[in-house]
């Protein structure tokens, strides 16, 4: 079966600060990538997606990057966290069109 | 612009009523919906995919329904128990992504 894995659960990390938060896919081959960001009381957005190894869609300008160096691990990164930068990362993957999404357990972050 | 709307209040029910979740999504016709569980702290998990041809979508206790001329999703609970006590989140497909609403929380009193 397929599982999910992200890390860390939580974060605390100063303004200006680099990110890198991890995510592998494990018991499935070429599954869509994404990250997506849940702050408080807001709706899931989607942040990145990447349908193969080294093809990244961005879905909103901000300070984070994304990379999928193999085809089960998904990174997300900056180079300098701002305060708004705090939230929920939730990874998840799938295998497409109408295929429902598995989500991690997310990393909280706040930024400080 | 694209916009999905959840009751934003929680849902308060006794145990064995059914539970009525709502969603509204304007200015797009998406092929389908997906409507899913969220925890405290946790990932969303999926519950039920609804397509546009399709009125209803039953699965146990749950029941989906889409109205594509209303632009409107209902989501039943029936029956409902303290452990469906959580936040339900449906997501209209928006050409080829997910987009998310903010959800609503579903609280059931024993």
């Known amino acids: 079966s397929q599982t999910i894995h992200q890390w860390p659960a939580t974060l605390v990390q100063p303004v200006g600060s680099p990110l890198s938060l991890e995510c592998t896919v494990e018991g499935t081959s070429n599954p869509n990538l994404y990250w997506y960001r849940q702050a408080a009381g807001r709706g899931l957005q989607l942040l990145f997606y990447s349908v193969g190894i080294g093809q990244i869609s961005s879905e909103v300008p901000q300070n984070l990057s994304a990379s999928r160096p193999q085809d089960r691990q998904f990174i997300l990164s900056s180079k300098k966290l701002l305060l708004s930068d705090s939230g929920f990362y939730l990874c998840?993957?799938?295998?497409?069109?109408?295929?429902?999404?598995?989500f991690g357990n997310g990393t909280r972050l706040t930024v400080t | 612009s694209q916009k999905i709307e959840q009751n934003s209040e929680a849902l308060n029910i006794q145990e064995g009523k059914t539970a009525t979740l709502t969603c509204n999504y304007t200015?797009?016709?998406?092929?389908?919906l997906q409507w899913y569980r969220q925890d405290p702290g946790r990932g969303p998990v999926f519950l039920l995919l609804i397509r546009e041809n399709e009125k209803e979508k039953r699965k146990e206790r749950l029941k989906v329904t889409f109205d594509t001329t209303l632009k409107q999703s209902l989501f039943h609970i029936t029956a409902s128990q303290p452990a469906d006590s959580a936040t339900y989140l449906c997501a209209p497909l928006n050409t080829d992504k997910l987009i998310f609403g903010t959800g609503t929380r579903l609280q059931v009193f024993p």
């Open positions: 998840a993957w799938n295998w497409g069109r109408e295929s429902p999404l598995h």
């Open positions: 200015n797009y016709s998406p092929a389908y």
